[in-house]
C-alpha cells in the first residue's frame, strides 16, 4: 500500500486488520517497525529507497554486504558466523526427496522401470541413448494408439524441451501426453478424470509452442487462436476471428511476445501477446496460405497454396520478394506445403522447401529465391505432405504413407525408408533430443517410432 502511495488503505489495514492486530500483541517490536515506516512516509511523503528495491538490486546490495564481512574479519569466523544462519541437514535428505519425486513420476506413469530422469534440466524424462541413434532412421514402432475416426489427430507436435507431446484434434480437443510412452499425462490436474480435457468445441488446425515449452497456441477451423498455460490448463489469451474459414499455420516469435498466423483467407498476420490485438496484417497471396516462418523479428517468409513464396519487410510492412519453385515440365507452380531451415554460412541461410509435388527445394534468403531442386526419386503421381529438417538430416512423408529420409549434406544418400500408413496420412513430428517421431492419419491412427 505504501510503494502504490494508498496512505489511507495502508493506516487502515494497520491499525484495524486482525492479523496486524495479533501482530501487535505477540510481536510489539515489529508491530512498531510498521508505525514507523507508516510515520515516515506521511511525513515525509516519499516511500524509503530501500522499498524501491528490486530483487536484482537487493541481491547485489546482499552480496556486497557479504564481501565486505569477508575482507573485514578472518575467512574463518566468517565462515562460522554465516554457518549459525544456515542450517545442516543429512546429505541422505536430498537423495531421499529425489527418490521420492521419481517414485511419484513412475506413479504417474510419466517414467519407466529402465528410463532415466534428467534432473538438473528439469522435468524431461529421457531414456539413456547413444547419440549415434540420432542418424538413425526410426523404423521400428513401439507404440500404436488408436483415436476414433471422429476424433483424428489434425496435428501434433512436442514442446521445445521434450517434456510433452501435444495431440489436436479433429473434435476440439487438446491432449497432453507422455512424449515416451504416448499415453496421457496423468500428473497434470485438469487431465486427472475429475476435470474437462482441454476443449475448442471446434476442430484444431494448427498448433505451436513458446520457446520456454510454457505456453501452448492452437488455431481452429473458425479463425479463432487461443494461448493456454501447459501447466495448469488455463486460458491465458483468446483472438477471436483473426482468420476467415480457418487458421492454417501459428508460429510463436523467438521473445514469445508475438504469434505468426497464415489462413484460409490469403492473409498472414501478427498477433500481439500483449495487447491481445492484430499487430500487422500483409496481404499479396492469391490463394489461401499454408505455412509462415520468422527469418528473424523484422522478416518473415510465406508460402501459399497460389506456388509463391514471398519475403515481407514487417518494418515498413511490404513484399521484398515473390518466387516460385523451378519445376520442370510443369505449367504452374506447385502449391507450398511447409519450410524448415536446413543450413546456414557465414552470409546465408537456406531453407528447405516441401511442395506439393515429388520434388523438395532450396531457398535462399540472400539471393532472396529458388537455387536448387532437391531429387527425391519419387514417382511423379506421389506428392509430398511435409518436410522437417533435425540434427542434419531430412525427414519427409509422402501422400502414399511413406517416410524416407535424407541427408542434407548429400542428397543423393537416404538413410531409410518406411511405409507408415496403409490410409492417407495426416503429418508427422519430430522429439528434438531424442531418435522419436511420430505419425499420425486420417484413420485415428497415431505411432510413435525409434531406431
Known sequence: MLEINELEAARALLRQGTPLKQLKETHLEKYLKLENLLSQVVLNGEVPSYLKETKKSKRARLINSIKQLFYRFNPYIFILVIFDHVKDVPKSRLMSIISSALKWEESCGNLSGNSSYDILYGQVPAEIVDPTSLDKFPKNCYKSVKLPTASHAECAGFT????????????????VWNPLEGTLRTDLPYQTGEHDLISMNQPITCISFSSDSELLACGTIKGEVVIWKLSTGKMIK???????????SISFSADSQSLLTTGFDNNVLILGMKSGRILKELRGHTSYVNCAIWLDELTILSGSHDGTVKLWDLHKLECLSTSVPKEEKSLSPPPIKSFSQLFSTEDDTFYLVTTQSSKLHLFSALKRDFVQIIPTK?????????????????????TDGHLFTLKSDDF????????ISQVEPIGFTLHPNLNILVTFDVSGVVKFWRS
Do not use: C, M, W
Open 378 to 398: 519419387l514417382k511423379s503421381d506421389t506428392h509430398l505432405i511435409n518436410s522437417i529438417v533435425r540434427k542434419g538430416l531430412i525427414f519427409s512423408l509422402t
Open 238 to 248: 483468446t483472438f477471436s476471428n483473426v482468420h476467415q474459414n480457418g487458421v492454417t
Open 412 to 419: 543423393n544418400a537416404s538413410i531409410g525408408s518406411e511405409k
Open 160 to 175: 521445445p524441451n521434450g517434456a510433452y507431446f501435444i495431440v489436436g484434434t479433429a473434435d476440439g480437443f487438446l491432449e
